[in-house]
């Protein structure tokens, strides 16, 4: 049975394996020190068109969430974003584990905050000492329901967190995806320009895991590998994350293995807006959210495994399909196939 | 030139490599609820004659001290260990960012802590509210500078700890290079009798990371899962732990690997003791910590690298070479070679 | 100008005065383990005829609320309140400061939360090791808009948080007032029985400052005086404490202060709804919230001073009117002829 | 039994309690927002002929210290001091529980630390990402055994930090008693121009409880009411710090409560010496530490109340007798008459 649960369910991309089996016994420094990690950051720096940009490598992003938070804020402030945000709902508590309050603006459906918030979140703090202070700002791209932010989006909560002198920060935890969508106009060179730090996932993307995060502000990465090593992020054989990145920035191929799975998520959205049903939001990345009814969802079950969303009502849930790199055709072709068209009981 | 430097300075033992090709396509769950993690438990579990325990993966040692830790104490707890501790002095005060304290007790060149120490700390903080309270024992095995807690030295501190009501956890991260060698008797059946927790690392004795935590006192092992998630260890791709653990824990690779890197540490610690020189510190494990002239450091530099320990006089340098399952006899028997007799300038 | 602003205006009621006078040159020991101190818990056990309680004092809210909860959840667990708890709102993030994420419930206008809320989140977060775990309730008695709950929700609330497993907190900050007040049922027996620990505000009814901690689930309150020394707030004069809890627990005097307050509110409610005013909440207490127009605001604020709460549209506010045990009859009668009946603009 | 226990024994000097009667229903803003507080720090500005500098108050030391270092630290700094530091050993972690390393440098029986520690200190890490980072120095005057700090070593110890970029610290708990020492050259003046930031104490010094945090260096006081607020030490009636300090900083009653109290130690050092014991320490304050045979402890123990300090060996004991401005000569006296001879077994 084919499972659409996520996009971390297989291994890596096959030039990954060749490159981890063709350098294996060579010896390099460890922690980061290497020179895969130094040709890796020099090949993102490139693709940023930031020949000035920190690049540090880490291992998961609940990991580089926390890190990259704890690294910024005082211990009075706290990350502004969406109440859907994965630092809000979706770590454990990572932030708050480091002493930060993650404050949480509502948003719609598409998990999107916009620069009025920001503002307004500044001017309703008012320096109000018995209140956790803003220190900086949380989005992702796309968004925890695939949704992006356009380059207009982007620069106008580029702009309010500036004037605001809040830090502007990325998690790009599915970033490929979006750079890969030809409904997202936001390149890599956008987000070095109009973000403080950003982080490009490789886990979801290609990677055994990995995240490689980038400083365009580079005031914010000094000493930035104390607290890889006191978050417990610094690995021992740093070279593994050099060797992946590179690998993955060698030739466009982190896009290129995106572009794949974004087509087949497209066509699994067309299949089912064709057959009468309703998205949860517009995504145009490799995260697809379907409103179903309960009969359909468990007549799919019997030959796909997907995950549930969230409950719409008694009768109907939000279900999700996830593409990945790895995802052939032919389970997409018998996913579209098996869409019964949907009965209208009127 | 060859590089003494560390036992990480390559990838992996080829077995798995061949694992990761192999499966590299199958889909499994997430974040270590897959069969090979589930595999790999099981394994251990028996290697340990431990059928009750609990194990799990993590990535790397700073990573899981800070987690184990963190999930025992409480607030006002703090960790006893040797004042040369892993987690006293290199990592970045992992231990105080989550929020405790590291009692450091004095220890002799061997890094190694006893019952008597333990009792006694016990004994002084005599319910002093004022304190950090001692909430646990952290020892390592083998120590940071290479030496072995015995059986009887690990039963008595086992004791001792079990009086004073205080769990004993031990950082296993060159675990292996100890039950490798032929003068330490501490099995893996002895560390899940005698403590509440282990940890048996994978990242410096042949698997490109991670660390497998075993509790035998199942008791400290409930809601696990949430720490390792909230202090950034919860591996998407979970099953690159298991499927390493599962290839280590397969015909006891584990320790035939370590064994082969002891037998050479033998090998150059015999050398040096031939020729004349001193060791720093009795290691029967990986590590090897010699005494040199600073001529002969800049000579044997010449040809090989090692890392410089401590700084012994105004002559003379403490240096470590350091074996792993990657080393060749070749290397071992060009530095052995490559060692000048001590000169006595008497 | 007379200020209703807040009920922490003034000093101390004169017995506390009388009695910090007359026992200024006795020698006792520090920290809380003087007769004052014991004698003041025992008056307080006697009042809550919870004999077997344990009683601490402390010096504010604030250090109140962090140093309970941390000493109660666990790293990965984080309290349920209402989304305008003091917690959540006006600790400037010291609940996060302790490692412990504020899990905020949406509420009504009244700052309540029920009991099939903390079910509901129970069952929400169904072991997901992803999110933090909810480990215990926090409400406050009266709430933050001046509202009680009555024995009937205290004890639905009790009931849920005993099903689920978390400990029931109560932040008595001014529970004097709820105490006082003719319209609320709950009692300090009540408390001690239906909660499993909760405070009762010093600093806001009649002393110079002081909050004291009642466990009537003293396995919670082990080694808790190493959690207020750890948290800042172990006075050295912890005499202090224990004077002034003695004088507000000798003949009924915490309530008698309340009374009046309390008695006083409701006479500036009554007179607002008399000409006219809408409360923003039902409140018992002494805490009075009037949507005004800004221009009767404004008119108001030439004789008297008084918190804007919330803004209700271009026209309207809500304001608080705050009475204390200081507060004279006369400030009150000047206060209610100074109100402008409500002019009807249709 | 008179005791000389410590000198948080007795309440407050006359003059504070006839401050808060005087002034007890006198309405002011909260939270330190108030004319009393305004008018102490003007005083304390005057007093240290720092104008420009930023005064704030809480409540207590431990908190105190834990708020100053929080709010200067990076996470992944520590702050140098004695190893006997208050910081260090009688704070129940309340620093690590701030998430910081407390990095103890070893010191002599006079609880100090020196400019050579702290510049071998940052030259030792080096960089080192694996260690915790230097990040201030806190030193304590007088230490925590009685010992001053000379101007010659204070300003060794100013340029030290400065050069390495580490703000510099003092704890005054018991500053006036150093102040007030006739062996003590370091003035305010010297303290607000070679320190980054110190505080007065008040608890031990004639106020019920109090601590004045004065920035010379005012870059490290901005936000500094946040951190306050965060480690619950924003008291609602701050004024009642405001009034302590502006009574304290009246006229010099500051350091004239704290010479009486340093005369008598004086009196009772002599007494002991000119008896033939030893002192522990070279202490010019209010606290003289004592080297007694266990028979004559036990002996001074039926008419005087002191603390044990350490065990010297079998037989001997040190012990601490404390004064303070409420020690009547009465009591010293009779202390003085009771002394015996020390019996030479020769």
Same mark, same amino acid.
């Given at each position: ?14 030039? =990954? #394996? ?11 420094? &460890? ?28 291992? %998961? ?7 990259? !938070? ?18 809000? $709902?979706?770590?454990?508590?990572? =932030?708050?584990?480091?002493? *930060? ?20 979140? $500044? #001017?309703? *703090?008012? *320096? ?6 803003? /220190?900086?700002?949380? =989005?992702?791209?796309?968004?925890? $329901?695939?949704?992006?932010?356009? $380059? ?12 605001? &002198? ?5 998690? /790009? ?26 982080? =490009? ?14 400083? %365009? ?7 930035? @590998? ?5 978050? /417990? ?17 060698? /030739? ?15 066509? !699994? @959205? ?5 057959? &009468? ?22 007549? #799919?079950? @019997? ?8 409950? !719409?009502?008694?009768? *109907? ?27 209208? #009981?009127?």
């Amino acid at each position: 049975m084919y499972s659409f649960d996520s996009d971390y369910l297989e291994g890596c991309v096959p030039e =990954i #394996l060749d490159a981890l089996a063709s350098t294996n016994l060579e010896q390099t420094p &460890g922690y980061g020190m290497d020179p895969y990690c130094r040709e890796a950051a020099d090949l993102i720096r490139n693709a940023c068109s930031a020949p000035g940009a920190e690049v540090f490598f880490l291992e %998961g992003g609940t990991q580089t969430n926390a890190t990259v !938070i704890a690294s910024i804020l005082k211990p009075y402030q706290g990350a502004l974003c969406a109440s859907t945000a994965h630092i809000a $709902v979706h770590e454990t508590g990572a =932030i708050e584990h480091g002493g *930060h309050k993650v404050l949480a603006l509502p948003c719609g459906a598409d998990g999107k905050i916009n620069s009025q918030q920001v503002r307004k979140a $500044v #001017l309703d *703090h008012n *320096h109000d000492v018995h209140c956790v202070q803003p /220190g900086m700002v949380y =989005i992702s791209q796309p968004t925890e $329901v695939g949704a992006v932010y356009s $380059v207009k989006e982007l620069s106008e909560l580029s702009d309010a967190c500036r004037e605001c &002198g809040l830090p502007l920060y990325v998690d /790009g935890a599915r970033l490929g995806y979006a750079l890969a969508s030809p409904l997202c106009d936001v390149s890599l060179e956008d987000l070095a320009a109009l973000t403080d730090v950003f982080y =490009i996932g490789g886990t979801k993307q290609g990677a055994l895991f990995g995240e490689a995060v980038v400083f %365009g502000n580079t005031s914010l990465a000094e000493d930035f @590998r104390y607290c890889i090593k006191q978050n /417990g992020g610094m690995m021992a054989k740093g070279r593994l994350l050099g060797l992946q990145f590179k690998t993955l920035f060698t /030739g466009n191929l982190y896009v290129e293995v995106a572009r794949g799975a974004v087509q087949k998520a497209l066509q !699994i @959205r067309d299949a089912f807006l064709a057959a &009468g049903y309703e998205m949860l939001s517009e995504s145009p990345t490799n995260q697809q959210f379907v409103i179903l009814p309960n009969d359909v969802v468990a007549s #799919l079950r @019997r030959n796909f495994s997907f995950e549930d969303w969230i409950r !719409i009502d008694e009768g *109907h849930t939000a279900v999700r399909f996830c593409t990945s790199w790895a995802t052939p055709q032919q389970a997409v072709d018998e996913l579209k196939s098996a869409i019964p068209a949907l009965q209208n #009981l009127s």
